[in-house]
């Protein structure tokens, strides 16, 4: 039987630039935004980019992910180098956003859609197109993603966050229970 060793658990992030000026500033836009919002809040982890490793048996080109966004509650809000699901008591990612590009696309709406249903178990996986304004949201019912019904402004409601994602002025923004920006 071969004897694999658990990589360390303070790996680096290993995730690629980002694909253009409007993604790094979407992406710093709804970290900056939570962060803020919770800010009486040490109870999550808010990031982007940044890689989750989430097999102790992984190899370099596979068993990782780097969501452009995500946030995994209960956990102890502190800077990481990336987030390691072992070292983290196996918690994943409450909520996910990927960034849609020409390359990505296609990947965020299928591979990556079937791997954070699959084996994330996300509730809540949303992606957002900074160019066309795509926008669409999923929660996960019975193990399956379900398409959520936007409101009358176009809202998408996260259940983990306890807010709405909803596209302002061409950008991914967050809004209250009432719809305030």
């Known amino acids: 039987m071969l004897f694999r060793s658990f990589p360390p658990g ?15 500033q979407q992406m710093l836009l709804l970290i900056k935004c939570l962060n803020w919002w919770w800010r009486d809040r040490n109870d999550f982890f808010c990031a982007g980019n940044l890689t989750i490793y989430y097999s102790p048996y992984q190899r370099k080109s596979e068993d ?8 995994v509650l209960g956990t102890e809000r502190k ?32 591979g990556k859609k079937q791997l954070y249903q699959d084996t994330f178990r996300t509730p809540d996986y949303f992606w957002f197109d900074p160019y066309s304004l795509e926008f669409a949201g999923f929660h996960l019912v ?16 996260s259940r983990q966050l306890g807010l709405y994602l909803g596209i302002c002025q061409n950008q991914l923004r ?8």
Do not use: C, M
């Open 10 to 24: 303070d790996l680096y992030s290993d995730e690629p630039p980002l694909e253009t000026y409007l993604h790094l």
């Open 64 to 71: 990782f992910r780097g969501p452009d966004f995500f946030v």
């Open 79 to 110: 800077p990481r180098k990336s987030w390691v699901v072992w070292e983290e008591k196996g918690k994943y990612p409450n909520i996910i956003v990927e960034i849609l590009s020409k390359t990505t696309a296609a990947t965020d709406r299928g």
């Open 142 to 157: 019975d193990g399956e993603y379900q398409s959520l019904e936007a409101n009358e402004q176009g809202h998408l409601w």
């Open 174 to 181: 967050f809004f209250n229970p009432e719809g305030q920006l």
